[in-house]
């Protein structure tokens, strides 16, 4: 990741391979923001030359234009803020500065000069440069692999840059953008070397040196402990399930928070199998379970007041000869029983384990994230999540993600849907009608639950980008949810600030 300062310094004196200021469009073309520092025959340069090099000031543009000496970087890297305004909401900052990082891959060194001026905007600042600076080159090598290289350093310019305030924010920004990348990273993986057991191990190293501590349930603990989820979906994979356990316990916490995240390693649908296209996309079925072990990784680092327990509910859907059949019948941990109709409704059996088990130790409030229903696409899109549940914790979780800058939709439980998920055999069958499909899921989950104040969110589009890169969200993995639950974590541990405007 990359390494982050603070500086104060002249721009046009800044050493650095480019240098990234912001524009915004007026109705009348196209203004330099906060670039009064810059050499005043550059500044009209730019203005008079605008249509030409084909700026506009929009959101996520970024264009580079060579300084030819006028500054001691060489690059002048212009990006879009939108609309001209007095201020700029946190979101638009965060955007713009992953922006101009992103599409300076290869580069090493880049100082960014937006709206810094006060605690909101620097952490703004900060957290989009170190988002929007990420990679995954796991598997490539040679020339392409160093052109994709992300940005070394970034140096935030800013007058703020000498404050222990100012220190603060960048330390956090650092461990946010660190497990956002981290959850990319797990998500980007492919399914042959990400499977339940390498997992685990994998969250036993994220854990090292935080003092979180992490517990593995293999398929022996499993059947002990009757977890008939994950057993049902891993029983036609080679690689047996787990149920991971990652526990943050602080000293005298001021709360208790559970996590419960789906981790389905690749989804085939199982015997219910899905079709051949777009099932590629199916390596990021544990994005929910990455989010949960980052956030409590990050919550460690920070020390936060808060003891956060996660539950990595993972398990490969594959079809086979051995594998889990529609119309067979299974005992979820607690006992309640789910007659299996479609195989490729598999998340919310594991799911369903996860929050039993977590709710088996009394927290304040249970939130699981889950890649759950492509009926969360069809309803809100590639970019939109969806949050259902308590209706307090439900509007805690969307204040939350407006804090963070994630997109994160209240929808509701309707309670008729609960009798399409009636069986004739069993206390639940996994799937309901199809219309409503998404809140269906959620109306199953929420019989796990019992009285726990609870919020299940749906980030089934959001957490694979298969598109283009925008802001600073890269191709493939994007981490989302992390950001949010982070924000959650804080609001619980009384140590939110409120810094970040909307």
């Known amino acids: 990741m990359a390494q982050l300062t603070l500086t104060s310094s002249d721009l046009a004196h800044l050493v650095a391979d480019a240098l990234v200021v912001a524009t915004a469009s ?91 001026d006060d605690v909101e905007e620097l952490a703004a600042v900060a957290e989009g440069a170190l988002l929007g600076a990420y990679a995954f080159l796991r598997y490539r090598q040679g020339p392409a692999a160093a052109r994709a290289t992300a940005v070394a350093t970034v140096e935030v310019v800013t007058p703020l840059a000498k404050e222990a305030a100012a220190k603060a924010v960048v330390a956090r920004a650092e461990v946010l953008a660190a497990a956002v990348h981290g959850t990319r990273d797990l998500v980007n993986t492919a399914p042959n070397d990400l499977y339940p057991a390498a997992f685990a191990e994998l969250a036993r190293a994220a854990v090292k040196g935080t003092g979180a501590k992490v517990t593995v ?76 072990l980052h956030t409590v990784v990050a919550a460690a680092r920070l020390e936060l007041p808060v003891a956060v327990t996660g539950w990595l509910c993972l398990a490969e859907n594959m079809p086979s000869g051995t594998a889990q059949r529609p119309s067979d019948v299974i005992t979820i941990h607690g006992g309640k029983t789910v007659e299996v109709l479609n195989t490729d409704a598999e998340g919310r059996l594991v799911m369903a384990d996860g929050l ?48 963070a800058g994630e997109l994160f939709w209240p929808m509701p439980l309707p309670e008729e849907l609960l009798a399409g998920l009636r069986s004739k055999v ?7 009608e199809r219309p409503g499909g998404m809140l269906s899921a959620g109306v199953f989950l929420r019989e796990f639950v019992g009285t726990t104040p609870w919020a299940h969110l749906d980030i089934a589009g959001p957490a694979f980008n298969e598109k283009s890169a925008h802001d600073y969200t890269p191709v493939g993995g994007t981490g989302v949810g992390v950001r949010t639950l982070l924000a959650l974590l804080e ?9 970040r405007r909307k």
């Open 426 to 432: 069993a206390d639940l069958a996994n799937i309901g």
């Open 217 to 292: 349930l293999d398929e022996k603990a499993l059947t002990a402990g009757g977890y008939g989820g994950l057993l049902g979906v891993g029983l036609g994979s080679a690689r047996g399930p787990r149920l991971v356990k990652v526990a943050y316990t602080p000293s005298r916490p001021a709360a208790k928070v559970a996590l419960v995240g789906k981790g389905i390693t690749f989804d085939s649908g199982g015997i219910s199998i899905k079709p051949a296209a777009g099932m590629e996309a199916m390596k990021s079925d544990m994005a929910g379970a990455a989010a949960v």
């Open 491 to 499: 609001g619980r541990a009384g140590t939110a600030t409120g810094r």
């Open 26 to 116: 007026t109705d009348s073309g196209v203004v330099l923001v906060g670039a009064d520092a810059l050499p005043a025959e550059l500044r009209t340069q730019l203005t008079q030359s605008a249509v030409t090099l084909g700026l506009t000031g929009a959101t996520d543009e970024v264009r580079k234009v060579p300084t030819g000496g006028r500054l001691a970087a060489p690059v002048l890297v212009l990006t879009g803020l939108g609309a001209q305004a007095g201020t700029y909401p946190a979101e638009t900052l965060r955007r713009a500065a992953g922006a101009a990082t992103r599409e300076l891959a290869g580069a090493t060194s880049v100082a960014v000069a937006l709206p810094a």
């Open 356 to 403: 039993v088990a977590a709710i088996e130790e009394n927290p304040d409030v249970v939130l699981d994230i889950a890649t759950l229903t492509g009926a969360q696409v069809v309803a809100l899109g590639n970019r939109v999540s969806a949050v259902m549940g308590s209706d307090d914790v439900r509007a805690e979780v969307t204040t939350a993600a407006e804090t």
